[in-house]
């Protein structure tokens, strides 16, 4: 029996319009969809997915169990065992999709499946999706970076407020802004965030004043050194 493969489908960051036409070609094409989540009422980009192509629906559905915990151990177990129901499936011969919000290169649970998938002898393919970021840029309206600025990516942390001293554009993310809420309305550049982007319940902000004091996790902040 062919073995089947692996893909890591970006589905990105909640407009399901913002799917790739490659990614919706593969969902359709493979005949099981793996997802980050126990409960499959509860996934995200499960979600997304089936509005962008509602046949899926009638596929089956491979849920994995990945906790977002800081317990190394308890994640280590969580993607063995990820890792070996995924290769059961391909063992059979059917193709896999596991969605991830975004682009599965950027802080995706998925990126911890791919090398161990094939480093047990089977194939895998990451396929980009439109990041967060990106999408929340544009719909503020706002370039990230123009005439060789730099762009940061920092995910959000205790210490995540060091990081606006960086020269160019800062894209905080991952829950961190409660962190950054006191620097950002010290800092001397233009300062705007994104909540849901392209989800239900979508929110613009364009200075520091306007973001709330305790925003959700899908909410990112844009720091830039200078007006453009």
């Known amino acids: 029996m062919e073995k089947g493969r692996l893909y890591g489908l970006g589905v990105g960051p909640g407009d399901p319009e913002l799917m790739t036409v490659k990614a919706v070609r593969l969902l359709k094409k493979c005949q099981l969809i793996a997802i980050p989540q126990k409960e499959a009422s509860r996934c995200l980009a499960l979600q997304i997915a089936l509005q962008a192509v509602p046949e899926a629906a009638e596929k089956p559905i491979l849920a994995l169990d990945m906790p977002m915990t800081r317990d190394t151990a308890a994640r280590e177990r969580a993607y063995a065992l990820a890792a070996e129901a995924l290769v059961r499936a391909l063992q059979a011969g059917q193709d896999v999709a596991f969605l991830t919000l975004g682009d599965p290169t950027i802080y995706s649970t998925y990126g911890y499946l791919h090398a161990r998938v094939l480093s047990a002898g089977y194939e895998a393919q990451i396929v980009p999706g439109v990041p967060s970021f990106c999408a929340g840029a544009a719909a503020l309206g706002e370039p ?66 306007q973001i709330p004091e305790d925003p959700g996790y899908f909410t990112l902040i844009i720091a830039k050194e200078k007006e453009l």
């Open 144 to 209: 990230l970076c123009l005439d060789g600025e730099e762009l940061h990516l920092i995910p959000g942390g205790p210490s995540a407020s060091d990081a606006l001293a960086y020269p160019g554009t800062k894209v905080f993310m991952k829950g961190g802004v409660p962190n950054l809420k006191e620097a950002i309305l010290q800092s001397d550049g233009p300062v705007f965030a994104a909540e849901k982007v392209g989800m239900e319940g979508q929110r613009l902000f364009r200075a520091p004043k």
